[in-house]
């Protein structure tokens, strides 16, 4: 699972920001398209404790006002928790994501392609990076935050059509 090149399993997020604005399908489809299989989903309303497992380091790498406008953020509504799985699933779905701040983000990504906030403006303004989703960074990560959300017997093992172009 730690190797890109193989099959792999990999946690995203549709944030509330996607939830709320009524993209869950737009934006479940890019990974449909893309092949990535669901193996796993819920909607969670996230609280204070899972907020802080998940993301257990964002204090320490942004400080307590980004950490608690990002909590009070991901707290604001539920999100949809999914693993997908596929040949290099992490670096895949980062791909279809794009980058953190939507304004460096590509068009064609998700975050490129349905938001403009740049950090500049969120941090002069108070404002959260409202970013749509969350894919983990790498298969380490995948790992962890996989174990945060779901538990073994709800992680499914099924046949799709993708594996017949995939395996
Ligand atoms: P990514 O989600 O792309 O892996 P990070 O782990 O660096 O990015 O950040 C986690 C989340 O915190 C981002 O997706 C974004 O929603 C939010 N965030 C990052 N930087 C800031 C910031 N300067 N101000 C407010 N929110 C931020």
Redesign the pocket.
Known sequence: MSDDSAVQRTLVLLKPDAVARGLTGRVLARFDDALLKIVAARMVWMDAELTRQHYFD?EER?GPE?YN??ARFMQSGPVIALVLEGIGAVPCARKIVGS?YPDQAAPGTIRGDFAHMS?AY??ASGL??A?LV?AS?NATEAEREIGVWFTKAELFDYPCAAQRFTS
């Open positions: 964002l942004f980004v406008l990002m953190t950090r969120a941090n959260p990076v970013n969350h960074g």
